[in-house]
């Protein structure tokens, strides 16, 4: 395809469809769950709204229901407006690799690699066709599109291929709003920062401001607000608490808390039967979709700290092996830093993805997939992992097939989706995981377990976002550890509507939204109108 270089190739007719796009003046700053709360906020006001970001960079990636692959925080956004996850939310996605390189996905399917200065240099403007093609495709079924930008707008240095943030803005006509955050310090000098670096026709587009994260007296911070918004000569739409136990999907594993990384052991609980359940997950290289443990971070019964060492494992009930975008480098990096020993002796281990293609025999790439060779892995299950070109990427659910852990557990649910590269085969007769129906229809048997239970992995992301597996899970790998039963276990299912909704009633409080959407509301507000008249939406 042919690079272009028009910026705003949407037709006459849906130029100026209303959109709405949030900006930050770095990354995690919190766009994405500002993005979800208005989502939602718009949602529950009665306008059909759907989340949008041409260009994500995030190894948290979620299967669509057609079985693409998509950022995770734009599968959030869309559960906020309260619509299927669609590729159209967001075309691109970037999945790092190494320091200078990655695998592209283009409309959920994987694209090919790409360098970040061949990328930023000649691919951003040869697929923003297909991005605006994506867009519009929204908006033809949506009146409001709240799209979300990617990092700061004003990285000067990228600014001729970048299409996330000022050059989306423009083709979409979008009104801007610019979110800082405080809890990090300098946000007035960020927010000005950000402001100065961007052209004249860029700045004009930032219709005002929103202060995030804030803590303390706020009574202390207006008067500066109000100095700030006469110097910079555009308003602050709000200024939103920080808020605490949010519970929902971090973007990307910068959200990791810095206390649950650990090079040592440092488990809080004595050893009494009543303790908590100890659970370890190595943060192996290019780790891929933390977001799989935010779950068991929720429960009270487990404490979960991510290990960056192999002494951290000590003590561990449980030590999970998590999926990662470079499996034979985590390979390779897990022998070379001294944890095979340590996992080998591990009292119960469970692996996700990559995790589950380590803790088997084998992992060969013959197509150079990850640059090729082939690597043994922990051979904790009787399988092999042979890497292919396309990748797997399908919405699952099923039963577990057997024993977990030792104890019984077959016809437990689990659900969740499939994301690797690798096919993997087992031994005939090797007990499998757990048997699934994928997006597709078709049935398949998920993973493996070792003969003597106390090695289990499968290919599940999200596998813990169900209660019934969780608690099924957590009771297990208590009993076969010899601690008595969890008493209390969360209801996690029916608090994530709770906390969309809490998110979303937090963020209406501290900004002022008929403000913050300016000329878009009395449009809006109108359309909405006619529309009730006409037919229900919700």
Not at 320 to 331: E, F, Q, S
Not at 422 to 428: F, M, Q, V
């Amino acid at each position: 395809m042919e690079a272009t270089g028009d910026s705003n190739p949407l037709p006459a007719e849906i130029r100026g469809a209303r959109a709405l796009m949030i900006l930050g003046t770095a990354s995690h700053v919190g766009k994405s769950l500002v993005t979800a709360a208005l989502c939602r906020i718009l949602r529950d006001d009665g306008l059909r709204v759907a989340p949008f970001k041409a260009q994500n960079m995030s190894l948290n990636s979620a299967a669509t229901p057609e079985g693409f692959e998509i950022g995770r925080a734009q599968a959030l956004q869309a559960e906020a407006a309260g619509i299927p996850a669609s590729v159209d939310m967001n075309p691109i996605l970037i999945k790092p690799s190494s320091d200078t390189g990655a695998q592209i996905v283009v409309l959920g399917r994987v694209w090919g690699d790409a360098t970040a200065s061949d990328y930023h240099r000649r691919r951003t403007l040869e697929l923003f066709p297909l991005v605006m093609a994506a867009f519009r495709r929204l908006a033809d079924v949506n009146e409001i599109i709240i799209l979300e930008g990617a990092g700061s707008p004003a990285e000067f240095n990228l600014r001729d291929g970048d299409i996330a943030n000022m050059r989306m803005a423009a083709a979409a006509e979008a009104r801007c709003i610019l979110v800082g955050d405080i809890d990090r310090g300098g946000v007035f000098a960020s927010i000005l920062g950000t402001l100065e670096l961007l052209e004249p026709e860029e700045r004009a587009r930032i219709a005002g401001f929103v202060i995030n994260k804030f803590r303390g007296d706020l009574s202390l911070l207006l008067p500066g607000v109000g100095e700030f918004e006469r110097r910079v000569g555009i308003p602050c739409f709000g200024v939103v608490p920080y808020l605490p136990g949010i519970g929902l999907d971090e973007e990307d594993s910068v959200g990791f808390e810095v206390e649950r990384v650990a090079q040592r052991p440092v488990w809080r609980d004595g050893e009494e039967p009543s303790r908590r359940l100890r659970i370890a997950v190595i943060v192996l290289p290019k780790l891929a979709n933390a977001t799989d443990f935010a779950p068991l971070c929720d429960e009270a019964e487990v404490e979960l700290v991510f290990a960056a060492g192999p002494l951290a494992l000590r003590g561990a009930d449980v030590v999970v092996l998590p999926g990662t975008k470079r499996t034979l480098d985590a390979r390779q990096w897990l022998r070379r830093h001294e944890f095979d020993a340590e996992i080998r002796s591990a009292p119960l281990v469970f692996g996700i993805c990559g995790g589950l293609q380590i803790l088997g025999r084998t992992i060969d790439d013959p197509l150079g997939v990850e640059g090729g060779g082939a690597v043994e892995g922990l051979a904790l299950l009787p399988l092999d992992t042979t890497f292919a070109r396309e990748k797997v990427t399908k919405a699952a659910c099923g039963f577990v097939y057997g024993p977990l852990f030792g104890a019984e557990a077959a016809g437990v649910p689990v659900r969740g989706y499939e994301i690797h590269m690798g096919e993997t085969s087992g031994e005939n007769g090797a007990p499998a995981f757990a048997t699934i129906r994928r997006s597709d229809g078709n049935d398949v048997d998920d993973g493996a377990r070792s003969a003597d239970g106390r090695v289990n992995g499968t290919y599940l992301h999200g596998i813990f976002d169900g209660d019934a597996f969780r608690h099924a899970f957590i009771q297990a790998a208590r009993a076969a550890r010899g601690l008595s039963p969890a008493k209390t276990l969360a209801p996690l299912e029916s608090q994530r509507e709770i906390r969309i909704d809490r998110v979303a009633a937090h963020v209406r409080a501290a900004i002022d939204i008929p403000r913050l959407l300016g000329p878009l509301a009395p449009d809006i507000a109108a359309g909405r109108m006619a529309r009730r008249e006409r037919e229900p939406i919700r």
